[in-house]
């Protein structure tokens, strides 16, 4: 069946600018989670909402951050006032209600802040 | 914070070599602990899932341990081949704050297997 979707798969932007990602995930799935991943750090975890919430319950303390669940299984990474070191690959993974701890990721978005 | 190592950054090796990946994380409480593949310009590949009460897992050619109290896991790849060539990323979820299922991902081993 269908895997977890993202778009784009290349976002540029220029400094400043505010970037929404998209993710679409497996249907059924009830938790979604944005990490982000970069060359110099590995990978962490930015946010992670469940079928219950609209909002995220942000793992990162930056204001800029932010997921929102327009759909059940749609979720909209929001980056304000886009930095240089934003620069990342951001993937996006989901996991069904009755086995939690299985993560499944997208093919993830890389975003070049210029 | 949990914090993840992975040793080596970068490994080659001929066809055929059997290989072991290492993986050390500084909270023990864990609940459990993947590891995945990635290829380039893809994302990841769940290879293998051990709960926290576990020792071990296999799949094929694939074998990874873990030492919970020890803060260690490895991956053994028996008779590597070409297509093994990837990141392998290991990743525990949970820590003592309570975050069961939120991944801390290591920086990856690189392997290169060649013909």
């Known amino acids: 069946g269908a895997g977890v979707s993202q778009s784009p798969r290349y976002k540029v932007a220029k400094r400043g600018r505010d970037v929404a990602l998209r993710c679409d995930s497996i249907?059924?799935?009830?938790?979604l989670y944005w990490y982000r991943q970069t060359l110099g750090q590995g990978s962490e975890v930015l946010t992670y909402s469940q079928s219950d919430a609209q909002r995220d319950k942000s793992g990162r303390p930056s204001g800029r951050f932010s997921a929102e669940r327009p759909e059940r299984s749609v979720s909209t990474l929001k980056i304000q006032r886009t930095e240089q070191g934003d620069s990342a690959v951001y993937l996006c993974?989901?996991?069904?209600?009755?086995?939690?701890?299985?993560?499944?990721f997208g093919p993830g978005t890389r975003l070049t802040v210029t | 914070k949990q914090e993840v190592t992975q040793i080596p950054a970068a490994l080659s090796v001929p066809e055929g070599e059997n290989l072991v990946l290492n993986c050390s994380f500084t909270d023990s409480a864990i609940y459990n602990l993947q590891w995945f593949r990635q290829d380039p310009g893809k994302g990841l590949t769940s290879l293998l899932l051990?709960?926290?009460?576990?020792r071990e897992q296999t799949s094929g050619r694939l074998n990874a341990s873990l030492d919970k109290s020890s803060g260690r896991s490895t991956l053994y790849i028996a008779a590597s081949q070409p297509g093994d060539s990837a990141t392998y990323l290991c990743?525990?979820?949970?820590?003592?704050?309570?975050?069961?299922?939120?991944?801390?991902f290591g920086k990856g081993t690189l392997l290169t297997v060649n013909p």
């Open positions: 051990i709960q926290s009460s576990q």
């Open positions: 990743a525990p979820s949970g820590d003592s704050g309570g975050s069961n299922y939120k991944l801390t």
């Open positions: 993974a989901s996991s069904p209600r009755d086995r939690a701890n299985e993560q499944y």
């Open positions: 249907s059924g799935h009830v938790t």
